[in-house]
Structures are given as C-alpha cells and as structure tokens.
C-alpha cells in the first residue's frame, strides 16, 4: 500500500494512474441507492432490443415513484443515461424513441434546454390522461425546485425562474 503510486489503484505506473484518476473522475456519476425494477413482460417482448434494455434500466435507476404509484418517472440528461447504460448519447436518444415507438415509455417535452421527462410504462402501451400528464408535468417541477431550494441552485422550467438557498 504504501508503494502505491495512487491509493486504491495497485501498483501501477505514474502515467498509468493519471489515466485512470482522470477516467474514474468522468465515469463518477451519483446513482440513487437501491434497486431498478424492470417489468418482466418488456424482457419477454420480442421488439425489445439489448439496447432497450440498458436504457430502460438506466432510466428505471433515477425513476421516482413520488408521483403517484402507477406512474414511474425519470428526468435525467441523454448523457447521464447513457454514462448508466454504457452507450453514447445517440444510441440513448435513438433507444429512447425506440421504445417509444414500441410503447413501453412516453415522452414528454419540458423545453429545449431541459431534459425530457420519461414516463416508464409498467406495461405495453399503457394510456394515461391529459390531467395524469399535467400532475406529472407539475410533481416534475415541485420536484426540481425542492431539489434548488436544498441544493442552492438557480433552476428554471418552462421560463421560470426560481432561486434557491445562497449561503
């Protein structure tokens, strides 16, 4: 231990344990803890591909069930999913409407610089109303500003704007 170059990375060259310091610093991501749950009949579905699988458990991963027990919703940026499920941002964005095409999540615009909120279906084209649609929209918003009102961060949604705590 003591001869280690870089704590916790073995004995490896100098060169090498910069490398890896520097890859291990932009792979660090904050998963939630706990456990994804994915419905077993979207694994048994023949339009399902590997790739739906990775996003969707990715997606799984950051959803939130504060909304409302039927709905499972998840928010997070295209490059964040894809640091998750292993894939660029292309392959996340063109899964993503893949498997909106296929019905096992609905998409949701919030504006251009703001990530889409996904709903993860807990079936195959599952329907939901244009007031379950406009709570999700607003639980969404609640949610993000409690998080700026703790965290300190200005957030805007939909032109809003909001400023959290400064110290």
């Known amino acids: 231990m003591r001869n ?82 292993r894939r660029c941002t292309k392959v996340v964005m063109r899964t993503i409407s893949h498997l909106v095409k296929i019905g096992w999540v609905t998409k949701i615009r919030r504006g251009l610089t703001k990530s889409n909120i996904t709903v993860l279906h807990l079936y195959k084209w599952q329907e939901f109303t244009e007031e379950q649609i406009n709570d999700t929209k607003e639980a969404v918003k609640n949610e993000i500003n409690r998080f700026s009102r703790l965290t300190g961060n200005l957030v805007t949604y939909q032109g809003e704007e909001r400023e959290g705590i400064h110290n």
């Open 4 to 85: 280690e170059p870089y704590p916790g990375m073995g004995n490896v060259s100098k060169a090498e344990g910069l490398y890896l310091k520097k890859k291990r610093r932009r792979m660090a991501i904050s998963i939630p803890g706990g456990f994804a749950m994915i419905p077993i009949p979207f694994l048994h579905d023949p339009d399902v591909t590997d790739n739906d699988i990775l996003v969707y458990n990715a997606l799984a991963t950051f959803g939130s069930n504060k909304i409302s027990n039927e709905i499972k919703v998840s928010w997070p940026l295209q490059e964040t999913v894809g640091k998750v499920a």
